[in-house]
C-alpha cells in the first residue's frame, strides 16, 4: 500500500481521492429511491439497513435491484476513474468509498454493511478477485439459501483469492476490505450461531421480515 506518512506536497492528492471518493461512498442510495419513490424512510423498516437486503423488504423487487446496482457503481465507478491517476490512486479511492458506504457523513455515519460496495471496489480493483466473490456469494447463497452468510463466506475467501490472483500489495487491501465488511456483520453472525438468520425466501412475520 502507499505510505500514508510521507511528504504532505506529495501525498495531498491520494487524500484528496480518499475524501472525494468517501462523499460519494456515502450517498445512501437505498435511503434516497425509497422516499422518492413514496415508501418513507427505509431505516424504520425491517433491520432499519440502507442497503437492497432490506430495501427488498419493502416489497419492490426494482427498488432493491436499483440499490444494490447503484450501490456497486458508487465504488466501482471512482475506483475505475482513480486507475488513470497511477497505481496508488485506486486504493485510496476504494478504502474511501467503502467507508463512505459504512459511515456516511449524510447520515451521522450510521450507514449500511458494505457487500454492494466492497464488490464494487473489488471489481474495479482486482477483477478476477471480484469474479470470485460474486461466484462465491451466488454458489453459497444457492446451497445455504443465507444471504448475510454467502456474503461472510465471499469476504471471508477474498484475502486468498488475492493472494492467488493479484500482487501481494491488492492483498493488503482485500483484507482490510474483507475485515471491515465481516465486522459490519457482527450482528448477522451472532444470529448465525444461534440458527435464528432469515433465509432467502423464508416465511413472512408479521412485520414483514423473513424467518428461518
Not at 484475502?159 to 476490505?177: G, H, M, N, R, T
Not at 465488511?181 to 414483514?208: D, Q, S
Request: aromatic letters at 10%; proline letters at 7%.
Amino acid at each position: 500500500m502507499p505510505d500514508p506518512l510521507g511528504s504532505f506536497e506529495f501525498t495531498w492528492p491520494f487524500y484528496a481521492g480518499f475524501l472525494i471518493a468517501y462523499l460519494i461512498g456515502s450517498i445512501p442510495f437505498g435511503l434516497v429511491l425509497t422516499k422518492l419513490a413514496g415508501m418513507g424512510d427505509i431505516r424504520a423498516i425491517g433491520s432499519g439497513n440502507i442497503g437492497a437486503t432490506n430495501v427488498l423488504r419493502t416489497g419492490s423487487k426494482k427498488l432493491a435491484a436499483a440499490t444494490l446496482l447503484l450501490d456497486a457503481l458508487k465504488g466501482a465507478l471512482p475506483v475505475a476513474y482513480a486507475w488513470q491517476l497511477g497505481p496508488d490512486m485506486p486504493i485510496y479511492v476504494a478504502i474511501g468509498a467503502l467507508l463512505g458506504h459504512c459511515f456516511p457523513v449524510y447520515l451521522r455515519f450510521k450507514g449500511g454493511k458494505g457487500v454492494a460496495t466492497a464488490l464494487g471496489v473489488s471489481l474495479a480493483l482486482m477483477p478476477l478477485v471480484g469474479l470470485a466473490m460474486c461466484a462465491t456469494w451466488l454458489v453459497s447463497a444457492f446451497v445455504f439459501r443465507i444471504s448475510s452468510l454467502a456474503a461472510l463466506l465471499a469476504f471471508l475467501f477474498a484475502p486468498l483469492y488475492a493472494y492467488l490472483l493479484e500482487v501481494p500489495q491488492l492483498f493488503e487491501v482485500s483484507f482490510v476490505i474483507s475485515g471491515l465488511v465481516i465486522l459490519r456483520h457482527h450482528e448477522n453472525i451472532r444470529r448465525l450461531l444461534r440458527g435464528e438468520e432469515p433465509r432467502i425466501g423464508g416465511a413472512k412475520k408479521p412485520n414483514g421480515e423473513t424467518v428461518p
